[in-house]
């Protein structure tokens, strides 16, 4: 167990729909990337979070978003879906203050849009 | 920003052959170096990592080397074995900036 909380583990939903992915990172991890794996496809990085603001953004689409609560856990939002949205969602965290930088995996949420 | 780029994007190998990936990076200031496996349908699992400070890390068949001056980072895993079978990615980390960088992974298939 990595420590990284990630729910829910499955999601079927239908195109047009929108969903929210959570993600609570490890205790005292202030950063929290989220990356899309589609099948047999490497880690696309999608937005990463620091201490609540966001810090990096990679190659996310403007229907999908995503934020950093106080409490530290984050959830990527994804709307108006596609079937080619369909996908493993990671987070991912690191950075417990004042030390390195090891990041942590989440099990995955696997998205299937029908 | 960061682009790291993996080869082979796949590699296979008989059991007891050493296997060897290879990564280049872009960003100078990057000064972490961690390596990830994932096994079909499981989360990417961290197997060893290195810093900018050190040239070479062992734990036991698997060997990380790094050269800065050409950014330059690889993975070596010697006397293979079928359960080695798995996506490794390698990725790049500027530790000031905190954003981790992946490769595009290598397919690694071991043959009994």
């Known amino acids: 167990d990595s420590g990284v909380t990630q729910t829910p583990k499955h999601l079927i939903t239908a195109t047009g729909q929108r969903v929210t992915l959570r993600c609570s990172p490890r205790s005292g991890d202030l950063s929290v990337y989220w990356y899309q794996q589609s099948l047999d496809q490497g880690l696309q990085f999608l937005i990463q979070y620091y201490n609540g603001e966001e810090r990096a953004k990679g190659n996310i689409l403007e229907r999908f978003s995503a934020q950093q609560f106080p409490d530290l856990h984050s959830e990527l939002n994804l709307s108006s879906l596609e079937l080619g949205d369909s996908a493993l969602y990671f987070c991912a965290s690191s950075a417990r203050a004042g030390t390195h930088t090891e990041a942590f995996f989440g099990q995955g949420t696997r998205l299937t849009v029908v | ?112």
């Open chain 2, 1 to 112: 920003g960061e682009n790291v780029e993996q080869h082979p994007s796949t590699l296979s190998v008989q059991e007891g052959d050493s296997a060897v990936i290879k990564c280049t990076y872009s960003d100078s200031a990057s000064n972490y170096f961690p390596w990830y496996k994932q096994e079909l349908g499981k989360r990417p699992q961290l197997i060893i990592d290195i810093r900018s400070n050190v040239g070479e890390k062992k734990d036991q068949r698997i060997a990380v080397t790094l050269n800065k001056t050409a950014k330059h980072f690889s993975l070596h895993i010697t006397e293979t074995q079928p359960e080695d079978s798995a996506v490794y990615f390698c990725a790049a980390l500027n530790t000031g900036f905190q954003k981790l960088v992946f490769g595009t992974g290598t397919r690694l298939l071991v043959s009994p």
